[in-house]
């Protein structure tokens, strides 16, 4: 029994009689919990039921309040190594924030493209063969009868061999009970014989099955077996394609690389993990727009206690100035271990030179509104950072050495101008002309001419960008399926170099101009493709557009899209047919 279970037992009611035959009452009543022990005597049994009663309800309630007690201190002790574990959390965060610098010294940057390799085991165990049930035995056959056994001996007596018809008589007798037993033998012979048979033959049709059964477990093991190591075997060959690739010096290589470099760059789970890369492959710079978080999203906690008058945690928080102390430290850190995990990876010798961007979304405490900004820009060599001992640093010092550009309080939030950022000159730009305004219900953006078609296309995409800082550029005419516009979005992360596809089709979009637009996408080192149609899309280009950096937008999305921006039009695309407008490129 459980402590907070235990009760006060209580003993029968007992009866003593005197020597003169007088009678007399007891009950004992015993508490564990709280070790205490009572006989309780009387004449009168009702009396000493009643103080049994009395006695029970006074050791229940003393007990129950000693285990409250107990219960209490437990729960305060308790609480007391929650908030212990609490601040020793708090401050191993601290240390760790402290240590993001240092603590990326000592491992290499480079990628080992061997570990990028699954090389996992295939996780299923082969089939165990089956357990084959035994032969099953055939049961004895009884022993035959015999003729000269004594059960078939004829008694004659003297008037039996006197008398002969007595005598063939008792002879038939017996030899009809021979003839019987016999016959009942053979018929029981052939049955235990015939169902020993049955058994043997369905022992048989077991093991068949049983073999059957295991065959197929195994064909379907070494299927899903095969299929495991094939999938591996395209992951490995997928990685041995990456590393030629990058020690080839393919750009697109060079950015994925270096992905992985600060993918793998490990820092505590308070900091966000979010950046934009941008190679010039002719001037040699590495561009990084990396997202730092604002300094209401580091944890301020130093300690916490347990106050067991209130039965509550409270709290104790770094004063500001030791808050905004840590947020520089911490900005110039990531700045500086951003920079050496870049250089000292480099094994290709792919770029000169890093610039590192770090850009805020926080809220602008004069207007209210959520802004991001850059807040800090710097750019290193490799022999800049050679001549440098980063694991002895003042990282503000350093980042000072260095050149770098940011506000002398970087909890202030202050923008500053990046010293490079993503590019977006392209000579294929051409002016833009509006479009929009000429459109209206009655209008059929099926059958409108394909240029402005493409124009209209960066007209409404460029008001739905300008929301957000962004821009969008439409290029030359060129009627080959590249890039229609170019939009800029400005959001470190989300945003980036957005390429748009306008289709003006009267019939489905098939899969392959999905295709090109991935494979502009990819040319053109964007972060997002966006295919515009006044139709729609086949089964097969969503699926190919599914878990890829594409959005489709059809004939009904763009009628939306262009009534949120003040826009009415409509699309009658049998109208279009009758004009002689098809799928073709030429027809846009």
């Not at 077991?206 to 093991?221: F, H, P």
Request: hydrophobic residues 40%; proline residues 4%.
């Amino acid at each position: 029994m459980r402590k907070n279970e235990l009760t006060t037992e209580v003993s029968h009611l007992r009866v003593h009689y005197s020597v003169r035959g007088v009678a007399s009452y007891s009950i004992e009543v015993l508490h564990q919990g709280l070790h205490k022990h009572r006989l309780i005597r009387g004449p009168d049994s009702d009396v000493i039921e009643a103080k049994v009663r009395l006695q029970v309800a006074e050791w229940d309630a003393a007990w129950a309040k000693k285990v409250a007690a107990d219960e209490q201190v437990t729960m305060a002790y308790r609480a007391k190594e929650t908030a212990a574990e609490k601040t020793a959390e708090a401050q191993a965060t601290m240390h760790a924030l402290g240590e993001v610098l240092v603590s990326s010294l000592a491992d290499s940057k480079v990628v080992d493209f061997e570990k990028l390799k699954d090389r996992a085991p295939f996780p299923k165990a082969k089939p165990a063969a089956p357990k084959r049930p035994a032969v099953p035995e055939q049961p004895p056959i009884p022993e035959a009868p015999f003729r000269t056994a004594a059960r078939y001996w004829v008694e004659l007596r003297l008037i039996d061999k006197l008398i002969k018809s007595r005598r063939l008589e008792k002879q038939n007798v017996k030899a009809a009970l021979f003839e019987a037993d016999m016959k009942l033998w053979e018929a029981n012979r052939e049955h235990i014989l015939s169902e020993h048979a049955a058994k043997l033959e369905q022992h048989r049709q077991q093991l068949a099955d049983l073999e059957a059964a295991y065959g197929q477990a195994v064909k379907d093991w070494e299927a899903e077996r095969s299929a495991f190591l094939a999938k591996q075997a395209q992951q490995h060959g997928a990685i041995d394609a990456f590393r030629t690739r990058y020690e080839a010096k393919d750009p697109a290589a060079i950015t994925e690389y270096c992905d992985v470099v600060l993918a793998n760059s490990e820092y505590p789970d308070c900091l966000p993990k979010e950046f934009e890369l941008d190679l010039n492959v002719e001037t040699g710079v590495l561009v990084v727009n990396y997202k730092l978080p604002a300094p209401a999203d580091l944890p301020t906690v130093s300690e916490v206690k347990y106050v067991q008058a209130s039965d509550r945690f409270t709290e104790k928080h770094l004063s500001e100035a030791s808050i905004a102390k840590m947020y520089d430290d911490l900005i110039y850190q990531i700045a500086l271990r951003t920079l050496n995990e870049l250089l000292e990876a480099d094994q290709a010798l792919a770029f000169a030179s890093v610039v590192f961007n770090g850009f805020v979304t926080a809220v602008d405490k004069g207007t209210g509104n959520e802004t991001t900004g850059c807040i800090i820009s710097i750019q290193a060599t490799k022999e800049a950072l050679r001549t440098i001992n980063l694991s002895k640093v003042d990282p503000k010092a350093c980042f000072r050495q260095l050149k770098g550009v940011g506000s002398s309080k970087l909890h202030s939030i202050t923008p500053v101008a990046p010293i490079v950022n993503l590019r977006r000159d392209d000579e294929r730009f051409i002016p833009s002309y509006g479009v929009a305004d000429r459109l209206n219900e009655g209008f059929n953006l099926a059958a409108m001419d394909w240029e402005d078609f493409e124009h209209l296309i960066r007209e409404i995409f460029e008001k739905e960008f300008t929301s957000s800082g962004g821009e969008v550029r439409v290029t030359q005419a060129s009627r080959d399926g590249g890039v229609d516009a170019v939009a800029f979005d400005p959001d470190p992360i989300r945003g980036g170099k957005i390429v748009i596809q306008a289709k003006r089709y009267a019939h489905t979009v098939g899969v392959s101009a999905v295709r090109d637009l991935y494979g502009t996408l990819m040319n053109e080192g964007a972060t997002k493709g966006i295919l515009v149609t006044t139709s729609d899309y086949g089964p097969d280009a969503y699926e190919f557009a599914n878990g890829k950096p594409i959005t489709l937008l059809n004939g009904a999305n763009l009628l939306h899209l262009l009534e949120k921006h003040g826009t009415k039009a409509h699309i009658n695309l049998v109208e279009a047919r009758q004009l002689g407008i098809g799928r073709s490129t030429a027809t846009n």
